[in-house]
């Protein structure tokens, strides 16, 4: 008889971490503590029916990392699809014509990407390019153009 009152408890701890756990995720909307609440879900299952707690632990830690590796991706994806992008990152290597002389060195340098101008500074701190030279975007720092040209135009 003594099993059956320690397979309710732990059924009980079970039910405290899936609750604490959903809990968690309702407040910070993370999409990572509810994928462990599915773990806990299935071990207080496994509880209620006596499974060896071992094999309860072992359960919630396998079900919660292929719940939060498998299904994370395609629930973010789901869940963010009215989210506004950016597109800063397309961007990146396309061509801008330097309309401020690029110099790192005195920190000057502006160029027009998409008829806007941008503040742009040089990859490489001791290069510099003239006015009407194309360069390409290689990176985006804050509000700042990153630029450099190829080696054949160079």
Same mark, same amino acid.
């Not at 207080?44 to 309860?56: D, E, H, K, Y």
């Not at 510099?128 to 040209?149: C, F, N, Q, T």
């Given at each position: 008889?003594?099993?059956? $009152?320690?397979?309710?408890? !732990?059924?009980?701890? @079970? ?17 990572? &503590?509810? @994928?462990? +609440?599915? $773990?806990?879900?299935?071990? /207080? *299952?496994?509880?209620? /029916?006596? *499974?060896? &707690? #071992?094999?309860?632990? !072992? ?10 590796? /498998?299904?994370?991706?395609? !629930?973010?994806?789901?869940? =963010?699809?009215?989210? *506004?992008? &950016? =597109? @800063? ?8 014509? *330097? &309309?401020?002389?690029?110099?790192? !060195?005195?920190?000057?340098?502006? +160029?027009?990407?998409?008829? #806007?101008? @941008?503040? +742009?500074? +040089? ?27 190829? #080696?054949?135009?160079?």
């Amino acid at each position: 008889m003594a099993g059956k $009152g320690n397979d309710k408890m !732990a059924a009980v701890y @079970w039910l405290i971490v899936f609750v604490v756990l959903l809990g968690i995720e309702a407040v910070t909307m993370a999409l990572t &503590t509810v @994928w462990f +609440a599915g $773990g806990a879900l299935v071990a /207080f *299952v496994l509880a209620l /029916f006596g *499974v060896n &707690t #071992q094999v309860q632990l !072992a359960v919630f830690v396998i079900v919660s990392f292929i719940l939060l590796f /498998f299904t994370r991706p395609f !629930a973010l994806k789901y869940v =963010n699809r009215n989210t *506004v992008k &950016t =597109n @800063w990152e397309s961007l990146i290597g396309k061509k801008a014509r *330097v &309309t401020v002389e690029i110099n790192n !060195a005195e920190s000057k340098g502006a +160029a027009i990407l998409n008829g #806007q101008e @941008w503040t +742009a500074r +040089a990859l490489e701190d001791d290069k510099v390019y003239p006015v009407d030279a194309m360069v390409e975007v290689k990176e985006i720092r804050g509000v700042k153009l990153i630029v450099s040209m190829n #080696q054949e135009e160079s």
